[in-house]
């Protein structure tokens, strides 16, 4: 995950690592926290996960990402903006990663599952405000 795109779009996303909103995105703090590489492991084991439950298992996942997301606004994530950024950050960790096989319609596929798991996710924003 890149941390400099995520944490240059929403300064106030390092409170969520346990970092002062105003220190620099770029110093070596951010770069080699251990709890910022956990959250990125995780994130993407649990893309994985996700992308092995579509179809037949959809509902399944339906519920774990509307409990995810349960989980994020009890830590008080509840921009949606939030979600969008770390989308955003994770399409470039992979053009970085992939290179020339991350092509537009790979660009496009990834949007669209990310977009799929996120707009779960923050749908529980919306529900715990009416709760």
Known sequence: MNSDSLFEKHPGSKIFFGFPKDMDASCDALRKSQRFARHASFMIEML??????????????????????????????????????????????????????????????????YGELAGAMTREIGNSATK
């Open 48 to 113: 994985d996960k996700s992308l092995n439950l579509l179809g037949p298992d959809a509902e399944l996942l339906a519920d774990i990402m509307a409990e995810l997301g349960q989980k994020h606004v009890a830590m008080g994530i509840t921009d949606p903006s939030y979600y969008t950024a770390m989308g955003e950050s994770l399409l470039l960790m992979m053009q970085e990663q992939i290179g020339e096989e991350f092509t537009p319609e790979v660009e496009h596929s990834w949007t669209e599952v």
